[in-house]
């Protein structure tokens, strides 16, 4: 890429998303400069506007409920389950019959796949066609990952699905994203965004031109786009990422017999779900917040690099100040005053894997 006439905006680019939608069996692939550029692009190509409204899981990045808000829409959530840290079906069925009855209901679901773990889309597939709402995917996590022996990311249950490529997911272009779907027209809408709204294609044209030198710019872009070196990292990154999980369940199913004795839950991928392990999440059954909070900290002061995988996104001051607070969500609420983000990654030895538990065993007992 680096030798090649373009460091952007070259062949690189199209190679890798050709891959990537070979990887994942689906018909178009849009790459740009992060997930949070291809959540918000998803969002423009599917028409969300102000005046919609879009539902998301509270327990997730920012991104996944911000993207709505670029485009001037409302946001909502809808409760997780305790079991798996994912939006739960029986949630958003009720909250659906009762946003019908309200005459709010949402004009796009984001649905979430913590961990790398597919939601249950067939069943959250059927409520979008009941109460006629669009689905994208955020598989930030999930690169790699399945549902009922299908890859995340072919859109089957969703008229788009996003990646995340930042440096501490399953695999990395450095920074980048990339949205895939099987609906021409969005991915024409998507590549669109992801440069100006600006087009050089004859075919596209609105004026009848031949003049070399010509382009239009057709709706309000932006320039989100992924450079050719980046795209490269990418593609050689595709070619380790079985490799890349096998490690990673490997890793897990290391945590499971290790964490057996111990009191805590590590957050389980439901049986028709194969994850792509990208968290290994345990919950402490101590539901005390200051015992969360000391076992937590007494791990970062032995080296144990822990994270909380995430705070509730309606309990931010951004999103108390439109009107979120306490005990909207209360499963998102307990689950982050109890959930520890434990480390997995490939070259994580077993012996470190070892440390892991030996520091969370002396944890607990500690503050018991």
């Given at each position: 890429?680096?030798?090649?006439?373009?460091?952007?905006?070259?062949?690189?680019?199209?190679?890798?998303?050709?891959?990537?939608?070979?990887?994942?069996?689906?018909?178009?692939?849009?790459?740009?400069?992060?997930?949070?550029?291809?959540?918000?692009?998803?969002?423009?190509?599917?028409?969300?506007?102000?005046?919609?409204?879009?539902?998301?899981?509270?327990?997730?990045?920012?991104?996944?409920?911000?993207?709505?808000?670029?485009?001037?829409?409302?946001?909502?959530?809808?409760?997780?389950?305790?079991?798996?840290?994912?939006?739960?079906?029986?949630?958003?069925?009720?909250?659906?019959?009762?946003?019908?009855?309200?005459?709010?209901?949402?004009?796009?679901?984001?649905?979430?796949?913590?961990?790398?773990?597919?939601?249950?889309?067939?069943?959250?597939?059927?409520?979008?066609?009941?109460?006629?709402?669009?689905?994208i995917e955020d598989?930030?996590?999930?690169?790699?990952?399945?549902?009922?022996?299908?890859?995340?990311?072919?859109?089957?249950?969703?008229?788009i699905t996003v990646?995340?490529?930042?440096?501490?997911?399953?695999?990395?272009?450095?920074?980048?994203?990339?949205?895939?779907?099987?609906?021409?027209?969005?991915?024409?809408?998507?590549?669109?965004?992801?440069?100006?709204?600006?087009?050089?294609?004859?075919?596209?044209?609105?004026?009848?031109?031949?003049?070399?030198?010509?382009?239009?710019?057709?709706?309000?872009?932006?320039?989100?786009?992924?450079?050719?070196?980046?795209?490269?990292?990418?593609?050689?990154?595709?070619?380790?990422?079985?490799?890349?999980?096998?490690?990673?369940?490997?890793?897990?199913?290391?945590?499971?017999?290790?964490?057996?004795?111990?009191?805590?839950?590590?957050?389980?991928?439901?049986?028709?779900?194969?994850?792509?392990?990208?968290?290994?999440?345990?919950?402490?059954?101590?539901?005390?917040?200051?015992?969360?909070?000391?076992?937590?900290?007494?791990?970062?002061?032995?080296?144990?690099?822990?994270?909380?995988?995430?705070?509730?996104v309606h309990l931010?001051?951004?999103?108390?100040?439109?009107?979120?607070?306490?005990?909207?969500?209360?499963?998102?609420?307990?689950?982050?005053?109890?959930?520890?983000?434990?480390?997995?990654?490939?070259?994580?030895?077993?012996?470190?894997?070892?440390?892991?538990?030996?520091?969370?065993?002396?944890?607990?007992?500690?503050?018991?």
């Amino acid at each position: 890429a680096l030798k090649s006439e373009y460091i952007t905006q070259g062949k690189f680019v199209p190679l890798f998303e050709r891959a990537i939608a070979e990887k994942v069996d689906s018909s178009f692939a849009v790459a740009v400069n992060s997930a949070t550029s291809a959540l918000h692009i998803s969002c423009l190509a599917l028409g969300l506007k102000q005046g919609d409204i879009a539902w998301t899981s509270p327990n997730t990045f920012v991104a996944s409920a911000n993207c709505a808000k670029y485009c001037g829409a409302d946001i909502d959530f809808v409760d997780i389950d305790p079991s798996n840290g994912l939006m739960c079906p029986n949630e958003l069925e009720k909250k659906l019959q009762k946003a019908n009855k309200e005459n709010r209901l949402p004009k796009i679901l984001i649905v979430v796949h913590l961990c790398g773990t597919s939601c249950e889309m067939d069943k959250i597939y059927k409520l979008s066609k009941k109460y006629n709402f669009l689905i994208i995917e955020d598989a930030s996590h999930a690169i790699g990952a399945s549902f009922d022996s299908q890859s995340i990311g072919n859109c089957r249950y969703s008229s788009i699905t996003v990646f995340s490529f930042h440096p501490v997911k399953i695999i990395t272009t450095g920074e980048g994203g990339v949205a895939t779907t099987n609906d021409k027209r969005l991915a024409m809408r998507m590549a669109s965004f992801r440069s100006h709204g600006v087009t050089k294609a004859q075919s596209l044209l609105q004026k009848n031109t031949t003049a070399p030198w010509y382009y239009e710019q057709q709706s309000l872009g932006f320039n989100y786009r992924l450079t050719d070196i980046q795209a490269a990292l990418g593609i050689s990154q595709l070619k380790r990422l079985d490799a890349i999980l096998s490690e990673r369940n490997r890793l897990f199913t290391n945590y499971q017999n290790l964490l057996l004795d111990l009191p805590v839950d590590l957050l389980q991928s439901p049986k028709r779900s194969k994850s792509s392990f990208h968290l290994a999440i345990i919950r402490l059954r101590n539901r005390s917040s200051s015992f969360h909070q000391m076992v937590f900290e007494y791990l970062r002061t032995k080296g144990i690099g822990v994270q909380l995988h995430y705070l509730p996104v309606h309990l931010h001051p951004y999103y108390r100040k439109l009107g979120f607070k306490e005990g909207d969500f209360p499963e998102a609420e307990r689950y982050a005053t109890n959930a520890i983000s434990l480390p997995i990654y490939p070259g994580l030895k077993d012996a470190e894997q070892m440390k892991v538990i030996d520091v969370l065993t002396k944890g607990i007992d500690r503050y018991k």
